[in-house]
Every structure is written in structure tokens, then in C-alpha cells.
């Protein structure tokens, strides 16, 4: 009996040797939300969230930190790294928008950074080296449990780049895993800009590709770019996660280690909402960030009867009240039989009260003015079947549409209004659209295609100024949704 209760003892001591459990944190696409919004979300509440602890963990975010307020506009994004390295991030995908001001905004960006960017697809064209301060992986070591974390930048970066090379994320993967592996990690993450949203039936994506051919060597997948929340997700034993945006929340990944067993046992993650009135905020961050806050932005410009929405409705219309109102808001600037707006282009709804500047460039970030040109029925036919692909990137006023989705994706059954009057394919229309549209994005290549000289500046002004000064009309009420339904 002495012997039993010997090796009993032995195996409670053994034990905890063998298993651990280590902690991870992911946020993405925080696009320089520091501060909360309605009350919700901002760094400070992340702080108060890590301050509960484990005393060791991993802080890494997805990408795109750069770029989406006037605190990272008129910063090149350098306080977004500021207020990461104060956080204590311990590494960062790279996004599209770390390229909005260019290569030299980005160089500046990873010099300032006291944490690795991590991009295995991102090289010097000319050398094949990695840029300054982006490495391919990184291997950490937290309470002794070894993590590999392995990066993947976006290969759409907002801004064209020339110096370097963002390859195909897959091969650069498998080069990763290839250096990683003989290296004996216990958990292999990957942090990428992408989201599995974007993989779908007969339209596959990398990201799903990874859940289907990575088993066994990758543990975890850290997602992001299309603000979407994944928590949970399991794809062959792998676990998917993505957080959202703007510092709303904050993904905690807990995983379960066995060092006799190999290493990775299981992951799991929790959804954290940072809402300050719950979890608090940490003084101390609270002020820093406050430090960052850029002046003259606070002031009120009008107000709204009601909060202007960003989120789609869930019964088939798939327009939201801001996108609705920006369009509009274009139309009454450059009246036109059509006004085209990218829904990707407003970043965040309107809360329902007093609205201040810095709401208006939280919501429009961009520099963008207004374009007009004259154009056939047929041509805005494909603009819109090529909006609604792969989900739904054009809003309009005076334009209304309804159609179906195939199987595998497809546009079906599109049946287009302009004014109140079926569309006519061979009559002419005047547009009015914004200029990242007209240049080529968010679907707009059809615009490239125009003769030269058909697409003119509707005026100087810049959207946002636009946007600003429709309240001078009164109070914003939100515009009715339905102007594109799916059925």
C-alpha cells in the first residue's frame, strides 16, 4: 500500500511537468480605433483584459493597424505602432493597409515597430531578402512551450508596390514549415491577413486549403481582413479563428501542451467583447492613448434622429442605412441618375445622437473625391452583376436591383431599376461615383475601360467633407434598406 500511494505522489508531481497550458491573444484590423466608440471597444479595455492575466502569453494581431482613423491618417500610421508598442504586441501580420502610404510609409512603419512583422510572402524584388523588421516566422517561447508563428501578408496591399514581392501564400508556407519543423515546435500558429469566409463552395481560398491540407502541421489558423468573427472553427483538427475589427474584441486561444504525448494537444478560443463598463480600462494606457489623440476632431457637426447602421440585414437585403446615406449624400453633391459608392469605403455606422468630426472620418477615412461620366445601360449591368461577387461591394442611390445566387456562386435572375424604370441596356445614364471606384477598386475595373476623357471631377471636395457638410441640411435620418436584394 506505501508503494501505491508512493507512485501516486510521484505521478501528481510528474505530471504538471508534462502537461501546460499556454494562453494567446488576437486582435486584427484595428485600423486605429484606439478609443471606444458608443461606449464600446479601445485599446485601454485590451489592456485591463491582459492585466487579468496569465502573467505569460502571446499578443498578436492580424493586420491592417495602420490605416482607418485621423489618429493613423495623419500619423502615416506611426501611433498605431506607438500604441503596439506599449500594448506589448509580440508580433503582426502585415495587411493591404500597412501599404496606404506607400512603400516609404510602410518601411517607416517596421522601423518603428519594437515587434516583428511577420510575412513569409514578403520579400525585396530584387534580392529575395526579407524587408527590415519582417521575418517569415518566429518561434516563442512561452512558460517553455515552444510556438511557431508563422505570417502571411495580404497580396492585395491597399497601395501598389514596386520594391517588393508579395508571393502566393501557400509555397511560402510550405518554406516556413520546411525551416520550422526540424526546429521541434510544440504549437505551429498561423497569423494571416485572409479570412476562411472567402472560402466557399466551388470557389476555394488558401485559407480553407489550409484546413484541408495542413493537418498535423499547422495547430492553428489566426485570421482576418474581412472583419469577420470566427470563434471555434475546426477544419481537419485545425482551429480557425477570426476577431472582428476597430478594438471591439479580442480572441483568447487557450491551448492544451503535452510534452510526452508531442507537444500540441488542443486549442479552444473565447470571444472577449471590450466593453470598459464590464472588463474596465487600464489608466495607464488610457492616458497614453488619450496622448495620441489628434485635436480639433472632437467637435460636433450635426446630429442623427437614429443610428445609422453599417451591419446587412438578415431577410435578404443586403444594403446597409450608412451605405445608403453616403450614396445619397454623393447624389445631392453630383446629382446624377445613378450615384456609386463601395461599401468597403465606410468603414464603421453612426451612433444615434450628436456627431462629431471625428465620427465622420472614422466612418470615411479616405481622400477620395467625386468622379462623373456618361455610361450605357449594359455597362452599369456588368458593374452591378460584378459588385455582387463575392459578396455585395457597390451601394447606390437611384438604383435599385434584385437577384439570385447559384450554388456555386453564380448571378442569376438580376433584374435593375433606374429611377423607378427597368433598366434599358442601350440608353445612356450619368453617374456619379467616387474616385477609388472610378480608379479601378472595389469592382470599379469596368471604369478603366472607358475612353479617356469620359470620366470628369464632379469638384474638389473630398467625400468626407461631403458627408460632413449634409448635415448642414438638418438631422441625418437613416435611409430605408432594400435597394439591393438577394431573394
Same mark, same amino acid.
Request: charged share 25%; with cysteine.
Given at each position: ?26 486582435? /486584427? ?113 512561452? =512558460? ?9 501578408? *495580404? ?11 508579395? /508571393? ?30 472567402? =472560402? ?11 484546413? %484541408? ?52 494537444? /488542443? ?5 472577449? +467583447? ?49 451605405? *445608403? ?6 447624389? %445631392? ?12 469605403? +465606410? %468603414? ?5 445622437? $450628436?456627431?462629431?468630426? %471625428? ?47 447559384? #450554388? ?18 442601350? #440608353? ?9 471606384? +472610378? ?8 471604369? #478603366?475601360?472607358?475612353? $479617356? ?8 471636395? /473630398? ?16 435611409? +430605408? ?7
Amino acid at each position: 500500500m506505501k508503494k501505491f500511494w508512493l507512485v501516486l505522489a510521484l505521478c501528481v508531481l510528474v505530471s504538471p511537468v508534462f502537461a501546460k497550458t499556454v494562453v494567446l491573444y488576437h486582435t /486584427s484590423d484595428t485600423h486605429g480605433f484606439f478609443y471606444p466608440r458608443a461606449g464600446k471597444g479601445g485599446a485601454a479595455a485590451l489592456a485591463a483584459v491582459l492585466n487579468k492575466g496569465p502573467e505569460n502569453y502571446l499578443l498578436l494581431d492580424g493586420g491592417d493597424f495602420a490605416e482607418g482613423t485621423v489618429e493613423t491618417q495623419r500619423s502615416g500610421g506611426l501611433k498605431a505602432v506607438q500604441l503596439m508598442n506599449k500594448l506589448g504586441y509580440h508580433a503582426a501580420a502585415v495587411g493591404n493597409h500597412e501599404f496606404a502610404f506607400k512603400e516609404s510609409g510602410f518601411d517607416a512603419l517596421s522601423s518603428q515597430a519594437q515587434f516583428p512583422l511577420l510575412a513569409a510572402n514578403l520579400t525585396i524584388g530584387e534580392t529575395g531578402q526579407y524587408p527590415q523588421n519582417v521575418l517569415a516566422y518566429k518561434i516563442f517561447n512561452v =512558460d517553455g512551450v515552444k510556438i511557431a508563428v508563422i505570417g502571411l501578408a *495580404n497580396q492585395k496591399p491597399t497601395k501598389p508596390v514596386r520594391k517588393y514581392k508579395i /508571393s502566393k501564400p501557400l509555397p511560402a508556407l510550405e518554406k516556413a514549415l520546411a525551416e520550422i519543423e526540424p526546429q521541434h515546435p510544440d504549437v505551429v500558429v498561423v497569423l494571416a491577413h485572409d479570412s476562411l469566409a472567402d =472560402d466557399r463552395p466551388g470557389q476555394p481560398h488558401y485559407m480553407g486549403e489550409i484546413g %484541408r491540407q495542413y493537418a498535423g502541421r499547422v495547430d492553428i489558423v489566426l485570421g482576418g481582413h474581412a472583419h469577420k468573427i470566427f470563434q471555434n472553427e475546426y477544419r481537419n483538427g485545425i482551429l480557425f479563428v477570426e476577431s472582428g475589427c476597430n478594438f471591439q474584441n479580442v480572441s483568447k486561444v487557450t491551448i492544451e501542451t503535452d510534452d510526452q504525448a508531442g507537444g500540441f494537444v /488542443s486549442a479552444k478560443s473565447e470571444l472577449i +467583447a471590450l466593453d470598459p463598463a464590464v472588463i474596465g480600462e487600464d489608466s495607464a494606457l488610457k492616458k497614453y492613448a488619450d496622448s495620441l489623440r489628434e485635436p480639433g476632431v472632437d467637435v460636433v457637426v450635426g446630429q442623427t434622429t437614429a443610428a445609422l447602421e453599417k451591419r446587412f440585414s438578415q431577410h435578404g437585403e443586403m444594403d446597409s442605412p450608412v451605405d *445608403n446615406w453616403v450614396a445619397d449624400a454623393t447624389c %445631392r453633391y453630383a446629382p446624377a441618375d445613378v450615384c456609386i459608392h463601395n461599401t468597403g469605403g +465606410a %468603414r464603421v455606422g453612426l451612433p444615434k445622437g $450628436k456627431i462629431t468630426r %471625428r465620427d465622420i472620418m472614422d466612418l470615411y477615412p479616405f481622400d477620395n473625391t467625386i468622379m462623373t461620366a456618361r455610361v450605357s445601360g449594359a455597362f452599369l449591368k456588368r458593374l452591378v452583376a460584378g459588385g455582387l461577387v463575392p459578396w455585395n461591394r457597390l451601394a447606390y442611390s437611384g438604383l435599385t436591383l434584385t437577384y439570385k445566387k447559384s #450554388k456555386n456562386g453564380k448571378i442569376k435572375n438580376l433584374k435593375i431599376w433606374v429611377r423607378g424604370e427597368r433598366l434599358e441596356e442601350d #440608353k445612356e445614364y450619368t453617374v456619379s461615383v467616387n474616385s477609388y471606384v +472610378a480608379g479601378g477598386g472595389s469592382e470599379g475595373k469596368l471604369f #478603366k475601360t472607358l475612353p $479617356k476623357g469620359v470620366l470628369r471631377p464632379a469638384g474638389k471636395k /473630398s467625400v468626407r467633407t461631403i458627408l460632413e457638410e449634409d448635415f448642414k441640411r438638418g438631422p441625418i435620418t437613416p435611409p +430605408a434598406i432594400g435597394r439591393t436584394v438577394q431573394k
